[in-house]
Structure formats: C-alpha cells, structure tokens
C-alpha cells in the first residue's frame, strides 16, 4: 500500500517568507508526528497529532512554527517569517496505534528539503 | 548530556563481516525501542522494533535490549554494500501513564560496507 507522502520534496524560500508543508500518512493511521533533520540537531520531534488534535506540541521551537491535521488524514506544517536556522528536512511520520496502548512503530516520509536563503 | 548517545562512526567494514551497533541512553521511562535505517536524502525506514529488555530476530538483523545497562544494540550478519546508510536509534516512553509515541533519536551511525 502507499506510504506517508510529503510535499514538495525541495524547496527553497527566502529569509522572512513563510511556507507550508504537507503530509499525507498512511491511510488508517490516526497518529501522525512532524520531527526536523538537521546536520547539527539531528532528528528533533516537533509536534503529535491524534485525530485532528495535537496534545503534544512540546517541540515546536517557536511561535513562528504552527501545525494542523483536518480530517483525521492531511497535516500542514506552516512556518512563518522564515529564517535561515529553519533549513533543515522536515520529516513527517504516521502509526496506527493511539498513544494510549504504548506500541507506536512509525513509519516515515521522504521528508521535504527546506532551504532558506 | 543527551538523553541518547550513538557513536556517530563512520564505521567502514568489509562484505560479509558481522556489525554492531549500539546507544545507550539515560531516561529510564523509556520502554519502545525501535532502529531505523536511513539512506541518503531519503526519510528513515523502521527496522526494528523491540519492547522492554531482550533479544529480537528479523533476518539478517538481531536487536537486544538491556533496560538494566540502559543499552541497546542492533547486530547486522553478513553485510552486504547495500546496508550501507545511516542507522538510528529511536525510543519512546511512558510518563504519567501515557505514552504519545514521542521519538528520541540518537545522532546515527553512518556505516559502509565495501566489496
């Protein structure tokens, strides 16, 4: 079956530009997470969707960064004022189970290129 | 100090050898463990996925957990050129009852496996 799709896969904005990024989970999957790549940070969690809500937005690492999740499927991840510390992949990740049951294999995107000039 | 430690390597070995992997970490609420293998500008693929302390098998790939050492490994027999990527540990915890799935990665080994 198809896996977790993200869109674009490159792109590249100017400083002080916002951008959206889309994610598209595995069909059926209710949870669904945004984690950010970077060469120095490594993999950092961002923020937890379950459904259309998000309890955990622990890592979003300022106001400038916001998410949503309609329907139970489709994320945005939409940064505003961009700056050049956003560069970094932007990885989004679904799994079937809930938080509540404890098991949370997640399966991940191709992950979308942010470039900030 | 991180709450997960992985050698960032590069580990270079050849064909055929035996490799190890490994990360300890500090968090004692963590109980999923799971290895991820990433290739180059591609999102991470699970490998394994473990709970608690003990050994899993899938194929080529052996993972083992000691909850007591806070130390987890990831065994790769008979590497072939194609294992050559990233390897990730990830965990995940439960506090206060809930667990949200929450991933902590450690830094990744990059290994290469040559003819």
């Known amino acids: 079956g198809a896996g977790v799709s993200q869109s674009p896969s490159n792109k590249v904005t100017e400083k002080g530009k916002d951008v959206e990024l889309r994610c598209d989970p595995i069909?059926?999957?209710?949870?669904l997470y945004w984690y950010r790549q970077s060469l120095g940070q490594g993999l950092e969690f961002l923020i937890y969707f379950q459904g259309n809500s998000a309890p955990d937005k622990s890592g979003l690492p300022s106001d400038r960064f916001s998410a949503e999740r309609t329907g139970g499927s489709v994320s945005t991840l939409t940064i505003q004022r961009t700056q050049q510390e956003d560069s970094a992949v932007y990885l989004c990740?679904?799994?079937?189970?809930?938080?509540?049951?404890?098991?949370?294999?997640?399966?991940f995107g191709p992950g979308t290129r942010l470039t900030v000039t | 100090q991180k709450e997960v430690e992985q050698d960032p390597g590069p580990l270079s070995v050849p064909e055929g050898a035996i490799v190890s992997l490994n990360c300890t970490y500090s968090n004692s609420a963590f109980q999923y463990f799971m290895w991820y293998r990433q290739y180059s500008r591609k999102g991470p693929e699970l490998l394994m996925y473990t709970y608690s302390s003990g050994n899993k098998e899938d194929g080529r790939f052996t993972a083992q957990v000691d909850k007591s050492s806070k130390y987890i490994s990831l065994f790769i027999r008979d590497s072939q050129p194609s294992d050559s990527a990233t390897y990730l540990c990830?965990?995940?915890?439960?506090?206060?009852?809930?667990?949200?799935?929450?991933?902590?990665f450690g830094q990744g080994t990059i290994l290469t496996v040559h003819p």
């Open positions: 069909s059926g999957h209710t949870a």
């Open positions: 990830a965990m995940s915890g439960i506090v206060g009852g809930t667990s949200y799935g929450k991933l902590t």
């Open positions: 990740a679904s799994s079937l189970q809930s938080g509540t049951s404890g098991r949370h294999e997640q399966y």
